[in-house]
């Protein structure tokens, strides 16, 4: 291992330029952080603030208070979660057919379900919230749950895809010679492999649902109002509550990051799948 | 222990992929027990002939009997055959043990069973002592093991091999041929073997059939197939170094071949061109024969292939025990036994009776 003063001076640029990366990332999370535990006029104050004394009466309000968005937080876990189940109940089928059968207009069919992708969500909004406005779905988890399966099965099946791909052929058919049929085949033999693909597309299928303003603010209402949509109402015209939105998003934020933390390893592997043909299999 | 081993005959069987034909009407009759090798060049059907057998893909015309019964529309599941692909295609999430106990639990053996068959099919494949690695965890010898055990441990009534040992090292390759071999006759289970190797297929099969371009060009003993090449293609493709092609004439009971005129054992009535092979073994040094000069003597320990150019540049390779007394650019002639003579049909390549 080379140590000279040429590899030192590397390393030291390296870091640097490392650290200036994170530092820009992380930096709205961090001062987020710190605008959670502010005052209101701690918060306003110019120069901003960088001493303070803590206080956490803005989690208070935000979790006990009268905007409590606990029950927001609710929604959101009724809409990311049944969205996510829904998704990956009919994706991981379709997912397996698009790789695995032949038949007519296969290459069609993939390409379709890209370009849904290809749509521009806001150009969506209206004619889905006449569509739930004739059906009665407006402000309700099963209309808003339905709109975000239309964007995130067509993802889930795209990522999927690959995934299946990477199991060879042969490995199924020796299941079917071993006289697992089909659906054994692909329950004890295909799945097992693909379980790196299925909780990286689980995770950004919940992450993507959990995420997502727009929708939930149009299309739900009273009943079904999501975290972020909560958020959104500590801006008014009159005032905007800075240290409870931050506080807010800090709470929001917890489930995100502590998903992202457990399945981290499956992240970065599930990521580098396609790079190297069969580098993420094992 | 089985005999239960089932009898296979293909009738007519093709299959096209869209407009190109990969086998053309092929009929191929399967003794029970019989250990039968599909021999020929890569892309020639042998691979697909396999797979129709399994199930795995459905053929375009013809039908496939396992014992008489029709199960050409049957899936691979209820032929009850079992297979070794080339990869092996091993369940890599499983142990070995899950791995060759897996058709058993398809078909729903109470466990303490499929302990015991587990068992026993390793110690027959000597791997009972891997039973609880993964298969990323063993070579690629001892991952053909798996292959095997797992193939053969629901006792099947049809085994099918597509090229077991082309993944393994020389060395290996020889010592699992005798193991395989013997393991075959011992289960008494009819087996198709698919190989482009020669000399697998000479030292394993009962009997062989050479594939050529979707068709089958001959069937028969290994030794039938060396001796008696059905045509010209079989005859180049079987034996090492292959036989020596010479065009020639053919009148009365003598070829008049690279300027000379050499004896064979069958008589033509009338003048024909032909293709005058003779196998590297059969070739000797001995006056009158065809004029050479010695290009390059390869000594191979054991024996020794000389190779020869005649007037026309012809290459012509002979095989003997030892080192033949001659040197590098000497001049000779070369005869053979007029047994020693195959002929061949000049156009069709196919091999000419006595006339």
Known sequence: M???????????????????????WAFPVIWGLMTS?????????????????????NYREV????????????????????????????????AYALARLRYPAKQASGFYVLATQML???????????????????????????????????FAIWLMVSYFEDVPFEMEEAALLDRAGRLRALWYVILPQVRGGIAVTTIFVFLNAWNEFLFAVVLGGNQVRTVTVAMFNFISVEQTQWAKLAAGAMLAMAPVIIIGIFAQRHIVKGLTVGAVKGGGRR | MTSTSAGVR????????????????????????EFFVLLGPSGSG?????????????????????????VTT????????????????????????????????????????????????????????????????????????????????????????????????????????????????????TTVYVTHDQEEAMTLADRIAVFMEGRIVQVGTPREIFSTPATMAVAGFIGTPPMNLVPGNWQGDS?????????????????????????????????????????????????????????????????????????????????????????????????????
Request: neutral net charge.
């Open chain 2, 10 to 33: 293909l009738e007519a069987i093709r299959k096209c992929y869209g407009s190109t034909v990969v086998l053309h009407e092929i009929d191929l009759a399967i003794e029970p027990g």
């Open chain 1, 63 to 94: 979790i006990f208070g009268a905007s409590s968005i606990l029950p927001n937080l609710w929604s959101s876990i009724v809409v990311a979660s049944g969205a996510t189940l829904l998704t990956m109940l009919f994706a991981v089928p379709a």
């Open chain 2, 255 to 355: 070829v008049t071949a690279g300027g000379a005129k050499l004896r064979v054992q069958q008589a033509s009535s009338a003048p024909r061109p032909v293709m005058l092979g003779v196998r590297p073994g059969d070739i000797r040094i001995a006056p009158g024969g065809i004029p050479v000069t010695v290009e390059r003597i390869e000594d191979l320990g054991d024996s020794a292939i000389t190779s020869f150019r005649d007037a026309e540049g012809r290459l012509i390779k002979m095989k003997n025990e030892r080192q033949p007394t001659v040197a590098e650019g000497e001049s000779v002639t070369l005869g053979f036994a007029p047994e020693a003579a195959h002929l061949f049909d000049n156009t069709s390549g196919e091999r000419l009776a006595v006339t």
């Open chain 2, 74 to 189: 049957r899936e691979p599941g209820e032929r009850d055959v079992a297979m070794v692909f080339q990869s092996y295609a091993l369940y890599p999430h499983m142990t070995v043990a899950q791995n060759i106990g897996f058709p058993l639990k398809m078909v729903g053996m109470p466990t303490a069973e499929i302990e015991r068959a587990v068992m026993d099919a390793a110690t027959k494949v000597e791997i009972g002592h891997l039973l609880a690695r993964t298969p990323g965890q063993l070579s690629g010898g001892q991952q053909q093991r798996v292959a095997l055990a797992r193939a053969i441990v629901r006792q099947p009534r049809l085994f099918l091999l597509d090229e077991p040992l082309s993944n393994l090292d020389a060395k290996l390759r020889l010592e699992t041929r005798l193991g395989l071999h013997k393991l075959q006759r011992s289960l008494d289970t």
């Open chain 2, 46 to 70: 042998k691979t697909t002939t396999l797979r129709i057998l399994a199930g795995l893909e459905e053929v375009s015309g013809g039908r496939m009997l396992m014992d008489g019964v029709d």
């Open chain 1, 120 to 154: 521009p969500p806001v150009g969506l909004i209206i004619p889905y919230y006449l569509v739930l406005q004739k059906i009665g779905g407006l402000d309700s988890y099963g209309g808003l749950i339905a709109i975000y399966l239309t964007f995130s099965l067509p």
């Open chain 1, 37 to 57: 535990f502010k005052t209101e006029r701690d918060v306003l104050a110019y120069p901003p603030k960088f001493i303070f004394t803590p206080t956490l009466d």
């Open chain 1, 2 to 24: 080379n140590t000279g003063p040429r590899s030192a001076f590397r390393y030291i640029v390296l870091y640097a330029v490392a650290g200036f990366g994170l530092a820009v």
